[in-house]
């Protein structure tokens, strides 16, 4: 369910961007602006000062000291619940179907109208995933190009409806608790199935999970 205010966090170098970004919001008391950071380091600094409050971040990728795509597997591994927007004017394939792969919750260009990123927030906060046709794209450039690698990771026994639904949750960012709630079982059977996913497909880790799940179009 989705919150009565959702906070939002920008991470960009530069200063007049996050200025204009903050007359879209101005206009829609659904959002509220926690804070600002001019690079990754700063950022990672801030989301741990508001402990757990922020919701989405809209994060660019070239940034001084650490990058948008550093700063995207370092928050994931220690916010996983955070979802990433992405917002920047490079349209370049690979670099946006990486940036998904490794965690981000979607890709907007720099100048998509401000309208439209706050229907982006909104539907990243609520469904864990933004998908645009750049997106949709990029991740099938990359499969053609990748398709070998691809192919040689992953062991391709299928799974099972359950499986299926369980891999959707995960892609979704859902802990094994409210996996287990939405499906009536238990956490601890979760998690069996979520390590019997792991053997089955040949992944060790829940980037594997979320890979395969793009992969496979298990995540829609």
Not at 102 to 120: H, R
Request: hydrophobic share 40%; with cysteine; aromatic share 6%.
């Amino acid at each position: 369910m989705i919150k009565d205010i959702i906070n939002v966090a920008i991470a960009d170098d530069h200063e007049l961007f996050r200025k204009g970004l903050q007359t879209a919001f101005k206009s829609n008391s659904q959002f509220k602006i926690l804070f600002e950071a001019s690079d990754g380091i700063d950022l990672l600094s801030k989301i741990e000062f508001q402990k757990g409050k922020v919701d989405v971040i809209l994060l660019d990728i070239r940034m001084p000291n650490l990058d948008g795509s550093e700063a995207t597997i370092l928050i994931k591994q220690k916010y996983p619940l955070i979802k990433i927007l992405i917002l920047s004017m490079y349209d370049d394939y690979k670099s946006i179907a990486n940036l998904v792969l490794k965690g981000a919750n979607g890709y907007l260009l720099k100048d998509s109208t401000g309208e439209d990123i706050l229907k982006a927030i909104k539907h990243v906060h609520m469904h864990g995933f933004y998908g645009t046709e750049i997106v949709d794209n990029a991740l099938a450039s990359f499969h053609d190009i990748d398709r070998k690698e691809i192919l040689h990771n992953f062991n391709k026994k299928p799974l099972n409806e359950q499986e299926k639904k369980v891999m959707k949750f995960i892609c979704e960012e859902k802990s094994s608790a409210e996996i287990a709630e939405i499906l009536c079982l238990s956490a601890r059977t979760i998690e069996g199935i979520r390590l019997k996913i792991m053997k089955k497909i040949g992944v060790k880790n829940a980037a594997g999970l979320v890979k395969y799940a793009l992969h496979e179009n298990l995540n829609s």
